[in-house]
């Protein structure tokens, strides 16, 4: 009964005012507005701080040393699969450039066995990765394994004239180790068949 006599306007508020429809639709989307403004600054916070964490906390970290890894297990397979006779020494320089122990004393170790091959045969090989991952990350060991996929070109010099390229594919597994500037290089590298 009272529910009607409110609604009719007959019974008041309790400090003397009487109710109108009016007013009740204009209280109760205000109300539902608050409500709405409240729970979107809510999602606001909630969402921010889900970003703050995502770019600024741990998993940040290691998806920062993981790209870094990825990226650097990419320059590496290419280093270490692509050498030309005519630069020779500066290919093989590159090599050691890309290696630490202990490849890099097997590279500086076989160095000139290698330059004398290579200017035997007189091939040119140039590398292109077709694809690289990683296999193992320790980030606090810093420590990786990636496994690439690398399409090899060589050609061979005969009488001062290139042969035809030939093409085949290589998969490479490397064993990366995080060195003290943060860089990446290789300790391991071998060829995985298929």
Request: avoid cysteine.
């Amino acid at each position: 009964m009272r529910a009607l006599l409110v609604r009719s306007g007959a019974v008041g508020r309790p400090d003397g005012t009487a109710l109108t429809g009016k007013a009740d639709r204009v209280t109760s989307a205000s109300r539902l507005a608050a409500g709405i403004a409240v729970l979107g600054l809510v999602g606001v916070l909630v969402f921010g701080a889900l970003w703050w964490l995502a770019v600024h906390g741990p998993a940040a970290s290691t998806a920062a040393i993981r790209d870094d890894a990825l990226v650097a297990g990419r320059q590496i397979a290419v280093n270490l699969q692509t050498l030309d006779f005519a630069t020779v020494e500066k290919g093989l320089d590159t090599w050691q450039d890309s290696a630490t122990s202990p490849l890099l004393d097997e590279l500086r170790k076989n160095r000139q066995q290698y330059a004398a091959q290579m200017l035997h045969v007189r091939t040119t090989s140039t590398a292109r990765v077709v694809d690289v991952a990683l296999a193992d990350l320790d980030t606090e060991g810093g420590k990786a394994r990636a496994v690439a996929s690398v399409d090899v070109k060589t050609t061979q010099d005969v009488n001062g004239t290139p042969s035809l390229p030939v093409t085949r594919q290589v998969r490479v597994q490397l064993d990366l180790v995080r060195m003290p500037d943060g860089g990446w290089k290789a300790a391991t590298a071998s060829s995985i068949r298929q």
